[in-house]
């Protein structure tokens, strides 16, 4: 079956089978590889892309089902000069990440927090990344990476 | 973690949808979100042979006002059922359970259709609509049928909905200005209801349970005390009566039945603070 979607504004088309899943059509296929799998059932959130700018797990959309969408990944951030977007330079300055696993998926989550409340409260963060789990349990930072960006208000996808 | 292999169908138009149900035949299955048959695939706990993807069906995604209730699009996913305006004026229960169904990425992709078609009885909305008096609207070969919600919750993953009918519109009579309750105890943030109750007191009393038996139920003896004047803790104390919690991972079924118990007098006691 034909997919024609964009990732990071570059337009794709392929011949996948309907059971592929988005994000190994994302890893495998489009090749980019900085969208990652954790838990691979719905529960961890690492696999989090942007499709049409809002958040969701692509270990649970098959990627016939993006077809048309324009999805972003954490590729996608990052501004062709490669200055790193808002989100990504909150996560380093608040020092948000430790083995970084999860990062990918915290920073997509995260723009799509702020996308939907751009000026949210500290609980407002923390049940906004409810979908996401740091194994290194580095929360705490991580939401002060969130609001920071928040306070800069520089952040849109 | 992949699916079976399954052909695939993306319906343009519900009379698509009905028409490729009727050619797949039993195997077939249709998919909205995603979001409860994706996983069950990936464990393979499904294998349909056929997926009909009624996700684009966009005239099934809304939310309109009807005067004495409101109409909700079986497509309408959680995240847009959470934020209507109309829905929270007059049906607030609902809009709030809505945002509490699992995180926001779920909630970006599920629909309330996809939820209530599965039936399953740890599931959120379903409850809502049980305590809220909601029917449900079904378009199958021979025309379409309303189902209401106390009727339609058969059993286990089971419902009303025949396999060649789309669930369309979730029909809510408006509760505007009554008093309500959500309780959702879980040990996670995203996790799915331990135990929960969904309470409305106002013209309308409606009581409902989450995981406390093979469906989402009534907690009829708790209505009926609730009737006969009882207290809200009088009341509470009723509220496993008749039912018959499982036994999980969770909790035991004793368990379940003291986490009902407290958790309907809280339900009842916030209700009437409203
Ligand atoms: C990580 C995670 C956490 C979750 N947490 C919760 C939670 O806390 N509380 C909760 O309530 N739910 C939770 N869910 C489930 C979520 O609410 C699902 O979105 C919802 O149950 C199913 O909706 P869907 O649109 O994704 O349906 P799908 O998965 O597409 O479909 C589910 C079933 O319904 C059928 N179906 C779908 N739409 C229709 C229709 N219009 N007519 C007839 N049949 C139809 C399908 O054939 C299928 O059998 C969670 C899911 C995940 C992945
Ligand atoms: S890999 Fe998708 S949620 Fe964990
Ligand atoms: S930084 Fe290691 S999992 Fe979050």
Redesign the interface.
């Given at each position: 079956?034909k997919v024609s979607v964009t990732v990071n504004g570059v337009p794709q088309e392929h011949e996948v089978?309907?059971?592929t899943?988005l994000v190994?059509y994302i890893r495998e296929v489009v090749g980019l590889t900085g969208t990652n799998i954790g838990c691979?059932?719905?529960?961890c959130?690492a696999c989090?892309v942007l499709?049409d700018g809002?958040?969701?797990?692509s270990c649970?959309?098959?990627a016939?089902?993006a077809?048309g969408a324009e999805i972003t990944t954490i590729e996608g951030l990052a501004g062709s000069d490669g200055q790193m977007h808002p989100m990504q330079e909150a996560f380093r300055e608040k020092h948000a990440l430790q083995c970084g696993y999860c990062t990918p998926g915290m920073v997509m989550?995260a723009v799509?927090?702020l996308k939907?409340h751009p000026h949210p409260t500290e609980a407002e963060v923390?049940?906004?990344l409810?979908?996401?789990l740091c194994r290194c349990t580095g929360y705490h930072n991580i939401v002060e990476a969130v609001l920071h960006a928040a306070s800069t208000g520089s952040v849109s996808a | 973690m992949i699916p079976a292999g399954f052909d695939y169908r993306r319906a343009a138009t519900l009379d698509e949808a009905l028409s490729l149900l009727a050619d797949g035949g039993d195997e077939a299955k249709l998919i909205a979100g995603g979001h409860s048959l994706l996983p069950l695939m990936k464990l393979r706990l499904a294998a349909p042979s056929m997926l009909i993807d009624i996700g684009r069906l966009g005239d099934l995604s809304f939310v309109r006002d009807g005067g004495d209730h409101v109409v909700v699009g079986a497509l309408t996913r959680h995240r847009d059922v959470e934020i209507d305006q109309t829905l929270r004026d007059h049906v607030p229960l609902l809009a709030h359970v809505a945002g509490q169904v699992g995180d926001p990425q779920v909630r970006h992709r599920g629909t309330i259709g996809g939820s209530i078609a599965h039936g399953d009885p740890a599931s959120d909305l379903p409850a809502a609509c049980l305590a809220l008096g909601a029917s449900f609207k079904a378009v199958g070969p021979s025309g379409e049928r309303t189902i209401d919600a106390s009727d339609f919750f058969l059993g286990f993953l089971e419902t009303a909905l025949g396999p060649d009918e789309v669930l369309t519109e979730i029909i809510v009579p408006k509760a505007t200005g009554a008093g309500w309750s959500f309780q959702k105890f879980n040990r996670r943030a995203q996790d799915w209801a331990i135990v929960g109750v969904a309470a409305v007191r106002g013209e309308r009393t409606g009581i409902s349970l989450i995981n406390m038996g093979p469906t989402p139920v009534r907690a009829s003896a708790t209505e009926d005390a609730l009737a006969g004047g009882a207290s809200a803790a009088e009341a509470a104390a009723r509220a496993a009566e008749g039912l018959e919690p499982p036994s999980d991972l969770n909790a035991t079924p004793e368990y379940r039945v003291h986490l009902a118990q407290v958790l309907v007098r809280r339900a009842l006691e916030e209700a009437s603070a409203a």
């Open positions: 079956m089978e309907p059971r899943l190994y691979d059932t719905s529960s959130g989090t499709v809002e958040s969701v797990k649970t959309m098959l016939v089902q077809d989550a799509s927090l939907e923390r049940e906004g409810e979908g996401n | -």
